[in-house]
């Protein structure tokens, strides 16, 4: 017998719901993803905007509005992830040589990132850092915090290894960022790229970053002076289920 429908909540959506978790009784054993959005929008009218523009994550993957989701599922429902800026758990431990993609706590050391790439059969390596700025927009930051669904997040960051292997044959990437309290001038994310030859290396790694606001779900809330604000993506309307071109990506 079912246990029922419970979903998760990340970052904003969960401070606005007032809960990580919810568990609505509905009666169906299974849904659409659109129709799990379309009844908690019914519940939630103050927040119907934000639920619009959110994702159903079914067991760690991304689905499609017409996917079918079953209440033995594991559901997430993802609010827009930390983007780029437009005009407008556990201490960080020894990592597995083989774990290139990874979400952890405490610093990074771009160092050991960079180690994970190293091959003598590619001459060009590099690897590129993302710190906290103290000011944007004449705003004062004084710390970020973020925030991530760990297992998909990983498996999201592998995937963008995987696209940039065979885009650029030969390539190869390794991608760490950190969760949790970020202090000004810290380091956030480390992504090293290792290839035969520097173009491919520069193109991988201005790709895997963009990839990485596009479609790994990790939150960043931005703690100002004079108050907070969860920073979603803001390149355009978000679809990761999409690629960098625009078009949509297999469901």
Known sequence: MSAGWTIQLFAGLAERLGQRRIRPQWPENELTAGQIKRRLAEQHPEHAELLAICFVARNQEYAPESALIGDDDEIALLPPVSGGMTDE??????????????????????????????????GASLVFVGTTREWTFGKRTVTLEYEAYKPMAEAALASIGEEIAARWPGTLSAISHRIGMVGIGEISVAIAVSSAHREGAYEASRYA???????????????????????????????????????????
Do not use: C, F, M
């Open 89 to 122: 758990n556990h201490p960080n431990s020894a990592l597995s040589e083989d774990k290139r993609y990874e979400i952890i706590e405490g610093p990074i050391d771009p160092g050991r990132t960079l180690s994970r790439v190293s091959h003598p059969d590619r």
């Open 209 to 251: 970053i963009e990839r990485l606001k596009q479609k790994v779900p990790i939150w960043k809330k931005e703690i100002y002076e004079d108050g907070t604000e969860w920073k979603g993506h803001q390149l355009g309307p978000w679809n990761p289920l999409g690629s960098l071109d625009g078009t949509e990506g297999q469901p």
